[in-house]
């Protein structure tokens, strides 16, 4: 059976030029055009830097995307996850056509309505309901098929009461509402948003994921999303890209997905302290379940390991690690408490594993901040060993612990947790 592809990037490259807009460029304007009436090749092409936005590269051109090639079937949600920087917005720019390709071509079948930005695409000093059919204008659509989706655009965005004030009144979170409403209701067959969902509340967020749900699975629309919720990723997506300083590492499956850009989350440069200082030295972390996969669910045993080594003896060390959110706000610390162990730690390596019992963490992002230090002298750790990973739910049993729990009113419920440590060498 032949696939229905609706949209193919072929051979995609963005270059940009660093530094201020319009320096010099006259000059490499001509010498473009010079090659062209020739008919050579753009000799900017063959210069540029990888897209690294944490190092200093040293030419004035930089690929923010390099051979970018896949294909979307009708009715898939395709999820396009990185590091910031890796290229994700500029890939979404290009296939909304908000801008050109250096080199390479999108091919489509169908109206494209995007979300890229809060307030993409609409006019301050208009109402929220003449931005709808300004909007649906603009998709292509005429103004009687907008105004039988009107009132449910209206209602599903929440902001009825403000429909007919400017939208420049509008608070981000209204802007993205109706925006949302807009590009969902109005039938695109192609749906791209940014990490803009990030911007409404919960409770927005969950009817949007919803709502992208049905458009694919029962208007047979397709989907591209962008976001850093690999909960929303997991229970959105049919397949998704990893992009990486702006080429693509990976496509294919969520879950081997996912995995591997957690995996990738914990390929760190460790701070070792200063330079010549080898009194104690963080060489690793990781977190994985029993299987030793880094998909994690909630009824997981987790273990976080943190590997360090020692270049003299110590008489007091703090060996430690706190789950946060992704906003910094901790949850839980864990600290390695067994001092009897610790009175005089020799040289030597060590690992100290952090055991989490299942069913004591809700689904969601989470980050670890781990702390290795001498008290009040020296910290081991920085934010270049923290790691990311996220918690799903196991199909048949979600977050029933806390409905447990919830049994247990007048008894204090605290889980087993444990560590231990273990010298290597």
Avoid at 34 to 43: A, T
Avoid at 81 to 100: F, P, R
Avoid at 115 to 122: R, Y
Avoid at 227 to 253: D, P, Q, Y
Wanted: overall charge neutral; aromatic content about 8%; hydrophobic content about 35%.
């Amino acid at each position: 059976m032949s696939k229905d592809i609706i949209l193919k990037a072929e051979n995609i490259s963005k270059q940009y030029r660093l530094g201020q807009v319009g320096t010099g460029t006259l000059s490499h304007d001509l010498n473009r055009w010079w090659h062209q009436i020739r008919g050579k090749e753009n000799p900017y092409l063959k210069i540029g830097d990888v897209n690294d936005r944490s190092t200093k590269g040293s030419s004035d051109y930089v690929w923010a995307l390099q051979d970018i090639n896949f294909e979307v079937e009708r009715g898939e949600v395709l999820g396009i996850i990185g590091k910031n920087g890796a290229g994700k917005s500029t890939l979404l720019k290009i296939l909304s056509k908000v801008t050109a390709p250096t080199t390479g071509s999108i091919k489509s079948r169908g109206r494209i309505a995007s979300l890229l930005e809060v307030g993409t695409g609409f006019n301050g000093e208009m109402t929220g309901r003449e931005n709808i059919f300004l909007n649906g204008a603009i998709l292509g659509m005429t103004k009687k098929e907008i105004a039988s989706k009107l009132d449910e655009i209206i209602d599903f965005s929440g902001c009825e009461r403000y429909i007919d004030t400017p939208v420049k009144r509008y608070s981000s979170g209204m802007t993205v509402r109706l925006a949302f409403a807009v590009a969902a209701f109005l039938e695109p067959e192609i749906l791209v948003i940014d990490e803009v969902l990030a911007v409404g509340d919960a409770e927005f967020q969950k009817k949007a994921i919803g709502k992208m749900q049905d458009i694919s699975r029962e208007g047979g629309r397709t989907v591209l999303f962008v976001s850093h919720n690999m909960a929303a990723v997991r229970s959105l997506c049919t397949k998704g890209i990893l992009l990486e300083n702006g080429k693509i590492v990976f496509e294919g499956g969520i879950e081997p997905l996912l995995n591997l850009y957690l995996k990738s989350n914990q390929n760190r440069n460790y701070w070792k302290g200063e330079d010549g200082d080898k009194s104690m030295r963080l060489l690793n972390t990781e977190i994985y379940n029993e299987l030793r996969s880094k998909n994690l669910k909630n009824t997981d045993l987790i273990h976080i390991v943190l590997k360090f080594e020692i270049g003299e003896k110590f008489k007091d060390i703090v060996i430690g690690a706190t789950i946060c959110t992704p906003t910094g706000n901790p949850i839980v610390g864990l600290l390695y408490n067994d001092y009897n162990n610790l009175n005089e730690i020799l040289p030597g390596t060590y690992e100290v594993i952090f055991t989490i019992p299942s069913c004591s963490l809700a689904t969601g992002d989470y980050e670890i901040e781990f702390n290795l230090s001498i008290p009040f002298v020296k910290k081991y750790t920085c934010e270049k060993s923290n790691l990311s990973f996220a918690i799903t739910a196991e199909s048949d049993y979600g977050n029933r612990f806390y409905v447990e729990n919830s049994l247990f009113l007048n008894s204090i419920i605290r889980p087993n947790w444990f560590n231990s440590i273990n010298k290597i060498n």
